[in-house]
């Protein structure tokens, strides 16, 4: 199974590469972008292109004027699947998560319509959005000044980008992890670029940890329940939804994999108990969701 998974996340990554469209000029590049209808949270989202990191895409509500002292935006930074250098796959996704008023900042240039991004990314580049969010919290000449919560700030990401997250998640800044579709392999994988995790370094996760599978279809799927099953120091939960590998992520408004994300950055990025009644109590309320499979541990 584990070479299987390495195979098909080779071929894809490679797709990427083969199907990528050119790159224009950062100039003829639009500054922003709304995804779908902005979300449907309480915050029509943005997806920017900073200038002063066109390494990555922001997703942030459209009216920064309506962010103040009560409602700071958390960070949540994103790794993509495949190791892709771009998130053109998960931006309905992440408009839909940063639209309940979160502050994104996924790897990769921002995407044109219908492109598709090339490239390769690599974990440090998670860690180098949680330093810029910071920055710019404290920059009176950045636009975001004072509108973003640093102290509260998930790491996330899908496949290889859920690899990517869990080798960022010991860094003591991060609040709580999320793994998607993904999952440490027994042995280090070949593939290039790829974090060559073992199982010993789930042993440095220090935050709450959710991994969102899909299903028995999901060729992750061993490896993400074989993670949650060896976490045994942190509050842990593990949804599966019998969708495959591929999530719900291009579905609009990303779909239910984007309903139970929210739910967990709102509960422990917001302190949310409303959206948490989604992952706490026994059965916890997502176990009444047909469409998912549910376990927890150390939690309430």
Not at 120 to 139: E, H, P
Request: glycine residues 10%; hydrophobic residues 35%.
């Amino acid at each position: 199974m584990n070479k299987i998974l390495i195979s098909i996340l080779a071929v894809t990554a490679m797709s990427f590469g083969n199907h990528a469209q050119a790159q224009v000029g950062n100039a003829a590049r639009p500054i922003t972008r709304t995804v779908e209808d902005g979300g449907s949270g309480p915050y029509k989202t943005l997806m920017v292109s900073e200038k002063s990191l066109q390494t990555h895409t922001v997703f942030r509500p459209n009216d920064l004027e309506a962010i103040g002292p009560n409602n700071k935006l958390p960070i949540i930074v994103w790794g993509n699947g495949a190791c892709a250098n771009s998130p053109w796959e998960h931006i309905n996704f992440l408009s839909e998560v940063s639209s309940y008023g979160f502050f994104v900042v996924a790897i990769g240039p921002m995407p044109l319509e219908g492109e598709r991004g090339s490239g390769r990314s690599t974990s440090s580049q998670l860690t180098d959005a949680i330093n810029w969010a910071i920055t710019q919290n404290s920059d009176k000449n950045s636009p975001y000044f004072n509108k973003i919560e640093v102290s509260k700030i998930a790491v996330s990401g899908m496949s290889c980008g859920g690899l990517q997250t869990l080798e960022t998640a010991p860094d003591p800044r991060v609040t709580t992890a999320v793994i998607l579709n993904s999952g440490i392999l027994p042995t280090p994988s070949p593939m290039a670029g790829m974090p060559g995790l073992s199982k010993d370094h789930l042993a440095k996760l220090h935050t709450p940890t959710l991994y969102v599978l899909g299903g028995e279809k999901d060729i992750a799927y061993g490896n993400g329940m074989d993670d949650y099953k060896r976490i045994n120091h942190v509050p842990v939960f593990v949804a599966n939804m019998d969708v495959g590998h591929g999530g719900t992520y291009a579905k609009p408004h990303g779909g239910e994999f984007a309903n139970v994300a929210t739910a967990w950055y709102k509960w422990q990025l917001k302190g949310d108990k409303d959206a948490g009644k989604m992952f706490s109590g026994n059965p916890p309320g997502l176990a009444q969701n047909p469409l998912w499979k549910v376990d927890k541990k150390n939690m309430p």
